[in-house]
């Protein structure tokens, strides 16, 4: 591993020559030094997030995108991605959900060492699971995924189950001036201290959402992806079913869920499978319901009045195949406990801050105001909170001692989810992400067989500023 971050570390002037060895390796295939990569340029970008009437927004960007590209690989395939960081601050990208090694990890400290601007950053590993997951910088996370970069990463199965159309959703929210400007208030108080930095006008793939054309009895798999810094988008697709299909790009006995709304917070992912067998020409709406009392209209499924795609509706809703996961062994496992405190209207009277016990009234001034097991994160680069055994079976109960929800997210690993506020989990889904209700709590399960240390942090970025991260040490 020590060979291979050096090796990623490539100056300028070595991506010169290593792209004239890829001229050379087409003549002597013995060169095998430079394997194809494709680039990842993160820069500054001019995107139309609002309405076309309404001012281009200046953004971070992928590539000049906004999202960046949608990257899609086989699963069991190998990725070589090399960051250029043509951003003005240091910064990585983390795959978010792939259990790939330690050093392509993405984390600043910890992993790697962050890219410079101007530096360039190989990314290289082979993808060992199918599904849907995405990618996004783990430096400076609440400014740099606020400025629009994140982008999708979807495994194709060796197999994959058979659809009309496979659309990828990037659901996000934008904090947006009517200048068209992004607001600058990243470090603002009220949202570290709060639910986090809700935006102010909501995208589907970095622009206005526009109608879901659809033809009757086409079947439609939807991969929803959260990349917002802290809204929970809940959404409901009126007089149709949204059979779930996979939760956190791993596979899941198909089930609608509950309330009829698929419910994905930051960093979550859903793959659905939608039949739609309205009625050709009519209209219906896809409803955001994730705030009981803010449901808002996302946009509306339109059907053409043209002919079907096929004569009847589609069959049986398909089952993917699982992933090459380690169940973990419940009745032998070691237990864990996860505290989270802080925030506003939360009890806690301190926490250990830069590695001593500071009073809340002081780690405030320092705006940082969460805690996990009583420790409030100033960096990635901490001692391990709890130590797993490598090859080992592990229950993980997390109570959330505070009234704001948090989306607790794993590096490294995916893990089952038991139990929630003590009722169990249908399906005990794996996933890479739970959502912790506000003073709820989730019981989670695993086998550690990554090495490292990962981070378990909350997906809501202003908390992470406000001191929600950990890190599990497995070895
Ligand atoms: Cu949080």
């Keep these: ?178 200048d068209g400007s992004i607001r600058d208030d990243f470090q603002r108080g009220m949202d570290i201290s709060h639910g986090g930095r809700s935006g102010n006008f909501v995208t589907v793939n970095g622009r206005t959402p526009e109608p879901l054309q659809v033809r009757k009895n086409e079947r439609i798999r939807l991969r929803l992806i959260n990349v917002a810094n802290a809204r929970i988008f809940g959404l409901n697709f009126e007089n149709h079913d949204a059979h779930v299909i996979a939760i956190d790009g791993q596979p899941v006995t198909p089930h609608t869920p509950g309330y009829d709304t698929v419910l994905l917070a930051p960093g979550q992912r859903a793959d659905v499978i939608l039949d739609f067998t309205g009625e050709a020409g009519s209209s219906h709406r896809i409803i955001d319901a994730a705030y009981q009392d803010e449901a808002s209209l996302l946009q509306n499924i339109v059907y053409d009045t043209g002919v079907p795609v096929r004569e009847t509706a589609p069959g049986p809703v398909p089952t993917l195949a699982p992933n090459p996961l380690a169940e973990p062994d419940l009745d032998n496992a070691e237990h864990h406990e996860i505290i989270i405190s802080g925030g506003a209207m939360g009890a806690m009277q301190g926490a250990v801050y830069k590695g001593k016990y500071l009073p809340i009234a002081e780690l405030v001034q320092d705006m940082r105001i969460w805690a996990l097991n009583g420790v409030a994160a100033h960096t990635t680069a901490m001692a391990p909170m709890l130590n797993f055994a490598l090859g080992k079976s592990h229950i993980i109960t997390v109570k959330n001692e505070t009234v704001f929800p948090h989306p607790m997210h794993l590096h490294g690993h995916t893990f089952r989810v038991l139990s929630q506020d003590d009722a169990p989990v249908p399906h005990t889904p794996w996933a890479d992400t739970v959502l912790l209700n506000g003073r709820g709590t989730a019981k989670i399960a695993l086998v550690a067989d990554n090495p490292g240390d990962w981070l378990f942090h909350c997906h809501v970025l202003a908390h992470v500023q406000g001191g929600m991260t950990s890190v599990m040490r497995v070895a």
Excluded: C
């Design 1 to 178: 591993m020590e060979t291979h971050s050096k090796a990623s570390r490539l100056s300028r002037r070595q991506l010169l020559l290593s792209g004239g060895a890829l001229a050379l390796s087409t003549l002597a295939p013995r060169l095998s030094y430079a394997a194809p990569h494709r680039i990842l340029r993160a820069a500054p970008h001019t995107a139309q997030i609002l309405p076309s009437d309404w001012p281009a927004t200046p953004t971070w960007a992928y590539d000049g995108q906004n999202p960046g590209p949608a990257l899609r690989v086989k699963q069991g395939e190998r990725l070589r991605i090399l960051l250029q960081n043509d951003l003005d601050q240091p910064t990585t990208v983390h795959w978010h959900g792939l259990r790939i090694p330690h050093a392509m990890d993405g984390v600043p400290d910890v992993t790697q060492a962050p890219v410079q601007p101007g530096d360039q950053f190989l990314y290289d590993f082979t993808v060992p699971d199918a599904g849907t997951y995405w990618y996004h910088p783990h430096v400076n996370s609440s400014e740099q995924v606020g400025r629009g970069l994140h982008g999708a990463l979807i495994v194709e199965e060796t197999n994959p189950p058979k659809v009309d159309r496979d659309l990828v959703w990037v659901l996000d929210d934008w904090r947006l001036d009517r």
